[in-house]
């Protein structure tokens, strides 16, 4: 009993030899409760060493005891990240900048530790395996994206993200830190501010998370297949659209939008039908207009098979990606010509 209410604490003893062994199970809801319950471990050594003068006590130190008087806090840091996350750290004018090259996946990022040196309130509840369950709020403040200059204050990340960020608590059992995850979304770059905050308290702290421009190779549309009867003599062909819908990146970026593409014809190869003469007497001539081109072909007379043309898209940014190489097939079918 030793003044203590036994729906809070249970009191066992064990006897060894002549060592006494008090254990004192605590039953807390949270941590100010667990704390208020350490705080009487003197006052119970007092009362047990006054009943039993020749017994020995020490008190163990609960870990809750970090919390106990301490307002709570918690700080932003850089941090290696891990094994397979490639971030970089500076500062600007509204706190810590977390940056990333812009990807093609959706992806989620894990930087373990960003926040460090956490205090959470006394009265923070614990979890069911004893832990403290405290909780952080990530809020947007605003973004600018696609290298824009100036920021847009809306409390969005106007859609940097593909799903909001979170920051989790790392507890064991008192949370001392707290890791970051987030999703960009694909091929977006940009810079969005944040605020976290713990929650329940008037802990908070700026983080920007900013995705770092990368040029993307182009994309290049073919219309595969066309289709013409063998020509009865030296014949012009056009190839009307035969090259459409050209973009600067897999998905419209603005970012990319003033790029220069150029259509490239880097193969052609010829599969005449046996006793047909060669398909054609020169180069396929491109005409580029805009986001297409169009194919001319220079086709000799009575030729058939088939003509395999593969192109690509190249972009003029950075590094001047190619799109992947496609193939567009040209059928010519044979036609029963009238005896000479």
């Not at 870990?63 to 990240?81: D, E, I, Q, W």
């Not at 190839?239 to 990146?249: D, K, R, V």
């Not at 603005?254 to 010829?270: C, G, K, N």
């Not at 950075?318 to 005896?339: I, Q, R, W, Y």
């Amino acid at each position: 009993r030793l003044g203590v209410s036994t729906s809070w604490v249970t009191l066992r003893t064990a006897s060894a030899s002549a060592n006494m062994h008090l254990l004192v199970d605590v039953f807390a809801i949270n941590s100010s409760q667990a704390i208020a319950y350490v705080s009487t471990t003197p006052d119970l050594v007092s009362t047990a060493e006054s009943q039993d003068p020749g017994a020995s006590y020490t008190i163990t130190a609960s870990p809750f005891r970090k919390n106990y008087g301490n307002a709570p806090r918690g700080s932003l840091r850089v941090t290696s990240g891990n094994d397979t996350l490639s971030v970089s750290f500076s500062t600007n004018e509204h706190g810590l900048v977390l940056s990333l090259a812009e990807s093609e996946t959706h992806a989620a990022q894990s930087v373990p530790n960003i926040l460090f040196d956490t205090v959470a309130p006394e009265d923070t509840p614990l979890a069911s395996d004893g832990s403290e369950d405290l909780r952080w709020d990530v809020t947007p403040l605003g973004h600018r994206l696609f290298l824009e200059s100036a920021w847009s204050w809306d409390g969005t990340d106007g859609g940097l993200m593909s799903a909001p960020p979170t920051v989790e608590a790392e507890c064991a059992p008192l949370c001392l830190s707290a890791g970051l995850v987030f999703a960009a979304k694909a091929y977006w770059n940009g810079e969005a501010l944040y605020e976290v905050r713990m929650r329940g308290t008037s802990v908070r702290v700026n983080l920007t998370l900013a995705i770092t421009s990368v040029n993307q190779p182009p994309d290049l549309r073919l219309d595969p297949y066309f289709e013409f009867s063998e020509p009865a003599g030296n014949e012009t062909v056009l190839l009307s659209g035969a090259a459409w819908g050209f973009t600067s990146a897999p998905v419209d970026i603005s970012d990319e939008s003033s790029q220069t593409l150029t259509l490239i014809l880097v193969a052609i190869s010829e599969f005449p039908v046996p006793g047909s003469p060669a398909l054609l007497r020169g180069a396929p001539v491109l005409t580029q207009m805009g986001d297409g081109a169009n194919v001319t072909l220079d086709v000799t007379a009575h030729a058939n098979g088939e003509v395999v043309l593969s192109f690509l898209l190249r972009d003029d940014g950075v590094g001047a990606l190619d799109s992947e190489t496609k193939n567009l097939t040209v059928k010519f079918v044979g036609v029963n010509d009238a005896p000479a």
